[in-house]
């Protein structure tokens, strides 16, 4: 099924790989944001385990719609658990057939940007596993509109391999420098578990 819709100043394309003997997409999402790159076996258990566990509890997986590395692990281990998964990818990544045509929604946007306030709009939480810059810029945008009062959704990194140890070393320099508040720390939730980061994001 195709529909394009029109909204606001961006055209967005809508493609939908919708199987009618699934059940309908549930009402709670949570946005996973994760590397598209590297394939450690560590990296790619953690995201499977991730995507199994976010089925489990019937919720609908929203991530950046490729097919490739933890991405790919994530979507297809949610699925292969029944959960209903919503890709959103831009057009020039699915011109280098990274996009994961077996997503139950597959909705392609013009800009990296449109795609980011997408998946925000479709998530009611949002986890961040071990990635890089493309990871650190989604996870920084969400955290930082959460602290700023323009959403309030949970943030959670998951990482229990360490991988941003690094930056939190950072940030709490930042802390003790005043360029970051102890607030926006708080609203953080930083663990080094499947479970935990499932219980972090459940509704209340």
């Known amino acids: 099924m195709r529909l394009t819709q029109m909204c606001s100043a961006a055209r967005l394309v809508y493609l939908s790989t919708v199987r009618p003997e699934r059940d309908t997409p549930r009402p709670w999402a949570v946005c996973v944001y994760c590397a598209s790159g ?4 560590v990296l790619l258990a953690l995201a499977a385990d991730l995507g199994e566990a976010i ?18 692990a994530l979507a297809t281990a949610a699925r292969a658990r029944g959960g209903w998964t ?3 990818i831009p057009k020039m ?3 280098r ?13 013009d800009t990296m940007r449109e795609r980011k306030q997408i998946m925000e709009d479709r998530a009611d939480a949002f986890i961040t596993l071990p990635g890089g810059i493309g990871t650190l810029e989604e996870f ?3 955290w930082t509109g959460g602290n700023l009062g323009m959403h309030d959704k949970p943030v959670v990194l998951l990482d229990p391999d360490g991988h941003f140890d690094g930056l939190r070393a950072w940030l709490g320099g930042l802390v003790e420098g005043g ?12 663990v080094d578990e499947v479970g935990a980061a499932i219980a972090a994001c459940a509704p209340d």
Request: proline residues 4%; glycine residues 10%; charged residues 20%.
């Open 97 to 109: 057939e990274v996009a994961d045509h077996d997503a139950d929604e597959l909705i392609v946007t």
């Open 86 to 88: 919503v890709g959103v």
């Open 179 to 190: 360029y970051v508040s102890q607030t926006a720390m708080d609203r953080l939730v930083v």
């Open 140 to 142: 920084f945008e969400v």
């Open 38 to 41: 590297p394939t450690h076996p």
């Open 55 to 72: 089925a489990d509890r019937g919720w609908t997986l929203v991530w950046g719609g490729g097919n490739v590395s933890a991405m790919g």
């Open 93 to 95: 990544l699915v011109r």
